[in-house]
């Protein structure tokens, strides 16, 4: 039977793999900007775009996560109240949270005005008659 050093030893897997040492749970500083377009979304400032209709809470915070390490990412809805599971929609908020700072940005997936997180009739009626001037699109 083979014997190994260290057989007692913690092991703590990593993005790198598993290592005996401890990660790193220092705070990234990147400006808020850069993780969210090296997330893959757009950033203008107040807001988060380039999100696909249907896109999961936990894929969005993951995406945003794997960018900015240890940072805080904290999904809301537009009351402010966190939410942990369900669809992304329009209005909601995410924000992030690293060493440089904390920022909010609202979320806006194209096409979806209601904010009800998917695309249909309702959305065209609201985007004909804020053309017309009957209904303000609030952003």
Known sequence: IPVFNNMDATITNSNNGATGEEPDTTLS????STIVTSSGYKYQSG??????VGTDINTI??????VSGYNTVVIMDSNSNEIQTGTVKTGMQIKITNASGSETLKIAIKGDTSGDGVINALDLLQVQKDILGTYEIVQ
């Open 29 to 32: 500083t990147l400006p808020i």
């Open 47 to 52: 807001y988060i775009s380039g999100i696909a």
């Open 61 to 66: 915070k993951g995406a945003i996560e794997s």
